[in-house]
Structures are given as structure tokens and as C-alpha cells.
């Protein structure tokens, strides 16, 4: 589904450790449980920093996780779509963060469309 506003990203990019990203795709179909965190609402954050080199890693910590990521938080990248049909990531207050809302924690978004 092609973004409505031309100045979003089509794709984002959810990091996490090794064993989580391990746990969202071995499910059928895909998903992520939300956590605790709840910096802007609970549910399924997402940025739109790529993953190019240890610069953008660095920016990734500084402004998804505040400095304080480590290597194993970092470890793996989720390529998402910002919209699908019926979900869209929505931005939040800091410019590089976006976010499908819960209601709760531990409520579960689907991803089978929108991981790429």
C-alpha cells in the first residue's frame, strides 16, 4: 500500500535482539507481543533510521533508546511497511519514532502485512 503522504517512508525498521526477532517470524502468522514500554502509548515501535553503518546504529540508540541500547538490543532489524491494510505505524512525537498504538500491554500486532 503506497504511503498517502509522499514525505513518510514506505518502510521502517523495528530493532531487537537476535532471539526476539527469532521469536516474531517463527510464528504463523507473525507477530509482536507489546511490552511495558510506554514512552508514547504501548504497542509496536519502529523508526526510519536504516540500518547502514555503525553512525545510524549510534543515532538508532541515541533517539529510539535514549543511549541506552546495547550491542544484542541492536543485533537484528525487522523491515516493516509504515501501512497495510487495516494498521499504520503512526509518528510520535520524536521525529525518527513511529508506532502501531495497544491498548495494553501484551496485546498483539499481526504482522504478516506489513513485515517486508
Do not use: K
Amino acid at each position: 500500500m503506497p504511503c498517502s503522504d509522499p514525505q513518510a517512508p514506505d518502510r521502517l525498521y523495528h530493532y531487537c535482539s537476535e532471539r526476539a526477532a527469532a521469536d516474531i517470524v517463527a510464528e504463523e502468522p507473525p507477530y509482536f507481543v507489546s511490552g511495558g514500554g510506554s514512552h508514547h502509548g504501548w504497542g509496536m515501535y519502529a523508526t526510519d533510521i536504516e540500518p547502514v553503518d555503525a553512525d545510524s546504529m549510534a543515532e538508532v540508540s541515541t533517539s529510539c533508546f535514549l543511549g541506552g541500547a546495547t550491542l544484542a538490543d541492536l543485533s537484528c532489524v525487522l523491515v516493516v511497511r509504515r501501512a497495510s491494510e487495516g494498521q499504520s505505524f503512526r509518528e510520535t512525537s520524536n521525529p525518527h519514532e513511529w508506532i502501531i498504538d495497544c491498548a495494553a500491554p501484551l496485546e498483539l500486532v499481526w504482522l504478516a502485512q506489513i513485515l517486508q
